[in-house]
């Protein structure tokens, strides 16, 4: 996804090359985790049925975004998960997620609250505390649950006709009694990207409300009718008054805060002087590596960090993981 032609020494195939040599993972959200979504079965409600009442089958509860994690005897962080035959079912929503290479069959329980626990051990935490911590599978089940969570929250009522809607096909869609439309769960694409420069500097912009000396990467919605290439052009040219020359997609994250799916690009800067709206973006500026590491050895700038998007871009192109750069 290139909108001119490959150039041997443009600015974003050496930010490409740097940050294959640098060795650090595009993204974090999105897992291997291993598991079949088995979409073919969500409509079979004989199939649900045995596959919730078979003994190997897990189930963890989801709640406002969160779900309980608990450490194990040898160090690692887990989702909470029980048989179905101890899972809280009564007034609940269960979404099937799907099944891992073993066989196992996992379901999410929608609750009005976390369920309580006799011990000390187990504790809530949402997706961007969970992520740092969970195993990819339990990241990627994680995830899918609360994406579902958060678009069935928001979308009680037929958008058709406004009658209240109910839920089906395992909480992949809500169907409307009144007038029969199927409700299939949103998506909305956003676009975030790291612009360099031809002296490999990058861009980093401070929102208005974030907190002093935050800078990260620019990032806007994709709207209606706009390729995603478009998106990255438009957002760069309102957000930091920069003209961008070419476009290269990355990697994606799932970010279900509430729905959005983060695509990331790396785009090169064909102007230089930023002119930022002061509206959403306060400052923009282009930092070197030098200037970079300087900026946040002095805490002058605080960088992204954990598990987003933002974070790996920087890092793909600063050569290294940015909480672990040695200074
Ligand atoms: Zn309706």
């Known amino acids: 996804m290139r909108t001119t032609p490959d150039t041997p020494d443009s600015a974003v195939q050496n930010v490409v090359r740097a940050a294959a040599r640098s060795g650090v993972q595009p993204v974090a959200l999105t897992g291997t985790g291993g598991i079949d979504r088995d979409a073919g079965h969500r409509l079979d409600e004989a199939w649900l049925g045995a596959a919730w009442s078979h003994p190997t089958t897990r189930v963890f509860v989801v709640s406002g975004g969160q779900a309980l994690i608990e450490e194990t005897a040898d160090g690692r962080t887990e989702l909470v998960m029980m048989p179905s035959f101890d899972a809280p079912l009564t007034e609940a929503h269960r979404y099937f997620l799907g099944t891992d290479a073993e066989g196992v069959r996992y379901f999410a329980l929608q609750k009005d609250s976390l369920p309580g626990r006799m011990d000390e051990v187990a504790r809530p935490a949402g997706l961007r505390e969970a992520a740092a911590l969970l195993s990819e599978r339990d990241n990627e089940l994680l995830v899918h649950a609360v994406a579902l969570e958060n678009w069935q929250r928001l979308h009680r009522f037929c958008s058709r006709c406004g009658e209240r809607t109910v839920i089906a096909a395992a909480g992949h869609i809500r169907r409307c009694p009144a007038c029969g439309a199927e409700h ?107 200037e970079l590491r300087e900026a946040m050895e002095s805490g002058e700038v605080l960088p992204p960090a954990g598990v987003s998007i933002a974070a790996r871009l920087i890092e793909m192109w600063y050569g290294k993981p940015l909480a672990a750069a040695s200074w």
């Open 184 to 290: 299939y769960p949103r998506t909305d694409p956003a676009v975030i990207m790291l612009v360099v420069d031809e002296e490999d500097r990058a861009l980093l912009g401070r929102q208005v409300h974030w907190p002093k000396g935050r800078f990260s990467t620019l990032a806007g919605f994709v709207e209606p009718g706009e390729s995603i290439e478009q998106a990255v052009i438009r957002e760069v040219a309102e957000e930091a008054g920069v003209a961008v020359a070419e476009v290269e997609y990355v990697a994606s994250q799932p970010w279900p805060f509430p729905s959005s799916l983060m695509l990331g690009f790396f785009a090169r800067a064909a102007t230089s002087e930023p002119q930022v709206d002061g509206e959403e973006i306060e400052e923009a500026r282009w930092f070197s590596r030098e």
